[in-house]
């Protein structure tokens, strides 16, 4: 093991943790503005999903296939690569929040969309009988309800947006990860692998560790309060098909 | 316009087409073997962390808990990266291979082991989902048949838990192809690295002498499009799965 016992490699990252501070840096900065992007981005298509008008489903729908199904690495490659070469280069830290927003964007948007279509069509109707208008609506009746339902995956994904911010290394890199790797391999730094990895993978597990166990813990007690007031019928329901 | 017919013409080339076909089956290989060894690894993970709870076997219940929330709250290049250091490779992956070299095979052994150390951990936590949903008169069931503790899980409890995670699995094989594509920051083998190893060489193949924009549109553009078709088909086949389970099973 490259000295995850030795003082000397321990110092050396002691001594270049500027580096990874810088990393840990643009890391928080990507993910911050990333978060926010993907935030509107989500809402808006979340809405668009659930607005009953055909066109705009479509174009939610399209929007979200596109990017749920191929990889981030090859969004953040052909974003990069083709502002570069048509000469108005975005600079990494920008396309990574670019590319970051705009692929968990499209599941924050199946998240709102999930959580809307939970509440049941007589609240809208009932909201719409009051005479709330749409905003009215979603603001006062239907988002307090299914932002219970929101959160949790939402969160979810600001972890893999977190841990995503590793894709940027593809396109040269200035995040914690692709630092990390600088410094392990750099000329001057080299070899400190072990401690050097094991820095920067704490500082991934504390920032994500508490996220995730936030929006684990929030699911199970959303099933549990589902479960205690469910009706009759359907807990009989359950067991029947628990005893297929 | 002359530029876009150019770059079309690299995808006419017929190495350029087997050089990227080589890379979409590499990147299918390297997703379906890692999700099946970390059904088998995640299955014990989940096992373990879900039903060791006497005594002695606690420590072992903590260990899994601990594996998986790791890997699950770290990023995978990070693990790539720690695998390409520290994993060990044995000889048989150490000579030439499927039109590799040498160095090629063992980078991709290792990004594979890092690839399956990550998915196992979240495979793990579909399959502790599946079994949370298993009534637990069904452990009654079996010990009162006489089962011991290995029995029923393998001939009653894993079954029933593999049929209801049955969509979520496949769904993550979506997610794994599309991990998949982090090997290419180590090693031009998979489809990813390929098309981005292309676009750095397309001025030899376009015609034009140059790298244009309409090189990275039709090249990634291209691998885009591929895929999607393979991660949309298989969203497909979830969708149409989840229905049928929604359905109430009447029994017979």
């Known amino acids: ?244 | 316009m002359s530029d876009l017919e150019a770059s079309f013409s690299i995808l006419k080339n017929t190495n350029v087409l087997l050089y990227i076909g080589k890379g979409v089956l590499f990147t299918l290989i390297i997703s379906v073997v890692a999700v099946l060894s970390s059904i088998l690894i995640g299955s014990v993970l989940a096992l373990v962390r879900n039903y060791c709870n006497k005594g002695f076997a606690k420590i072992f219940r903590i260990l899994a808990t601990w594996y998986i929330e790791i890997f699950r709250n770290t990023p995978l290049l990070l693990w790539i990266f720690i695998c390409l250091v520290f994993c060990p490779c044995p000889e048989a992956f150490s000579h030439k291979m499927f039109g590799l070299t040498t160095v090629e095979t063992k980078l991709l052994f290792k990004a594979a082991v890092a690839l399956i150390l990550f998915t196992s951990s979240i495979i793990a936590e579909i399959i502790r989902g599946g079994l949370n949903a298993i009534a637990h008169g069904q452990f009654e069931a079996a010990h009162a048949q006489g089962f011991n503790i290995v029995q029923t899980m393998v001939y009653v409890i894993l079954p029933q838990a593999y049929r209801k995670v049955v969509p979520t699995l496949l769904s993550q094989v979506t997610s794994t192809i599309k991990d998949s594509s982090y090997l290419a920051n180590i090693a031009t083998i998979e489809l990813m690295a390929r098309v981005k190893q292309l676009l750095s060489s397309a001025n030899r193949y376009n015609g034009t002498g140059t790298i244009n924009v309409s090189d990275v549109f039709v090249l990634f553009g291209f691998a885009a499009l591929i895929y999607f078709i393979i991660n949309y088909t298989l969203s497909c086949v979830v969708r149409s799965l989840q229905k049928r389970q929604k359905k109430p099973v009447r029994a017979a």
């Open chain 1, 1 to 244: 093991m490259s000295g995850i016992f030795s003082a000397r490699a321990w110092g050396k990252v002691w001594a270049y943790r500027q580096s990874f501070l810088l990393g840990l840096f643009n890391t928080a900065r990507t993910a911050a503005f990333a978060i926010l992007l993907a935030l509107m981005l989500g809402i808006i298509f979340g809405l668009m999903a659930t607005s009953g008008k055909k066109i705009l489903y479509g174009i939610s729908r399209i929007y979200v296939e596109l990017i749920q199904n191929t990889p981030i690495l090859l969004q953040t490659c052909f974003l990069y690569y083709a502002m570069a070469f048509s000469g108005h280069s975005l600079g990494i830290i920008l396309t990574g929040i670019i590319a970051l927003g705009v692929y968990t964007g499209a599941y924050m948007a199946e998240a709102v969309r999930a959580g809307i279509e939970a509440i049941p069509k007589g609240q809208f109707e009932a909201a719409q009988s009051q005479g709330f208008n749409y905003l009215e609506r979603m603001y006062y009746i239907i988002l307090p309800q299914s932002i219970k339902i929101i959160l949790p995956p939402m969160v979810n994904q600001v972890v893999n947006l977190i841990k995503n911010t590793s894709c940027l290394y593809i396109i040269g890199g200035a995040d914690l990860i692709s630092l990390t790797y600088s410094f392990v391999t750099g000329e001057n730094t080299g070899g400190a692998y072990a401690p050097a990895y094991l820095v920067s993978g704490f500082l991934f597990f504390i920032i994500c560790y508490p996220l995730s166990k936030i929006a684990s813990t929030w699911e199970m007690y959303l099933k549990r309060r589902e479960q205690r007031t469910a009706p009759v019928k359907r807990t009989t329901e359950g067991e029947v098909s628990g005893n297929e």
